[in-house]
């Protein structure tokens, strides 16, 4: 078997054997197959596209590239959830001790934010002594003892996918809709959860800007995940705003807290429990939506999924007094608010020029290496569809270093679209695909 003979075969728009898929992923991930020639196959299933056939070889050739993880020391139907990302999307928090608190195990891999804000992992950071370095018989103790665990991603975990994805991003190639599914199935597939939940965000401030995107996107991913045996479910969210009121690590960790007790911003608890509904569903714990929003509800009214939380923390090393005392997590050392200058009604807040204005604070990272600074952020006190008059505040921004608050004050004020008229209220879930 050739690499050219694959390439052309592509080229030409035909249909690519097992065999052909695991040879190219097999040889790249080895370094047999060569940097260019990986490549022009990019380019031409880029043009070509890949059918469902296809796309599924791919992602299991991926996932097979290095360590399948073996979860049947779990008890149970091991649920996990995944978001494509977004701005203070800090879901994973508030979610996971909820289902969690239903006797339903979350077994969930993470791994660190690179772009806007930090992720899972590098919020969880802000209990002190939290870690997610944990042993596979620490991971599944936990999960059997508590119902969850986060444990980082590791370097073992399809191998094939980070050496394509690598390449993807410098040849322009990252935008095909069967790349996207298999790279981000693959690792989901890997990590091996029974049934998984996808977050799949539409917007300014997501990978997939259209609806139309965002839907064909899911439909693939859940198709993936169904031909290669799991239960799938997918609900597309919106982000044409932030999610929530609080963007950066420490902020995020607060609001989440917030959410736990009751708190929540309206459209941050929104997208919550519609995906805390599918994950529940999955577990068998329940028949109908109705009933699964009705126990999750019920774990923050009675605070199981708070208590749930810093039982986790605490599993993993932190300190759970933050849980129960937030005041005592980092805040920066400035605070500027952002004021507004017209009257109206806001229309729109750019989610990815908000997400920017936390890159330039410290918040995030633009290489795996940069240091993220927790205690930075925005907290938005206007969204979507709220009155504002002249010289309301539109934000408040938390800052170390001043130069940077006025940089990010421009992009927040750029961020903020006011209409005079008012502004009809816009569901954050804008499908369920099961």
Known sequence: MRMYDIINRKKRGRHLTKEEIDFMVKGYTSGEIPDYQVSALMMAICFQGMDEEETLHLTLAMRDSGEVLDLSAIEGIKVDKHSTGGVGDKTSLVLTPMVAALGIPVAKMSGRGLGHTGGTIDKLECFPGFS???????????????????????????????????????????????????????????????????????????????????????????????????????????????????????????????????????????????????????????????????????????????????EFVEAQGGDKRFVYQPELLPLASIQLQVMNTEEGYVSRILAEEIGLASLVLGGGRLTKESEIDLSVGILLHKKRGDMVRSQDALATIYANDMEKAKEAYGRIVRAYEISREPVEEVSMVKGVIR
């Open 132 to 310: 997610t370095s944990l042993t596979k018989e620490q991971f599944f103790d936990n999960v059997n003892r508590i119902k969850v665990a986060i444990m980082g991603q590791t370097e073992s975990l399809a191998p094939a996918d980070k050496k394509l994805y690598a390449l993807r991003d410098v040849t322009a190639t990252v935008d095909q809709l069967s790349l996207i599914a298999s790279s981000i199935m693959s690792k989901k597939l890997a990590a091996n959860a029974d049934a998984i939940v996808l977050d799949v965000k539409t917007g300014n401030g997501a990978f997939m800007k259209t609806k139309e995107e965002a839907f064909a996107l899911a439909e693939e991913m859940v198709q993936i995940g169904k031909n290669a045996g799991k239960q799938m479910a997918a609900v597309v969210t919106d982000m044409d705003q932030p999610l929530g009121n609080a963007i950066g690590n420490s902020l995020e960790v607060k609001e989440a807290i917030l959410s736990l007790n009751g708190l929540g911003p309206k459209d941050f608890m929104e997208v919550v429990y519609a995906l805390g509904v599918e994950m529940v569903l999955s577990s068998g714990k329940a028949a109908t939506p109705e009933e699964a929003k009705e126990l999750l509800m019920r774990t923050i009214e009675e605070k199981t999924a708070l208590d749930k939380f810093a």
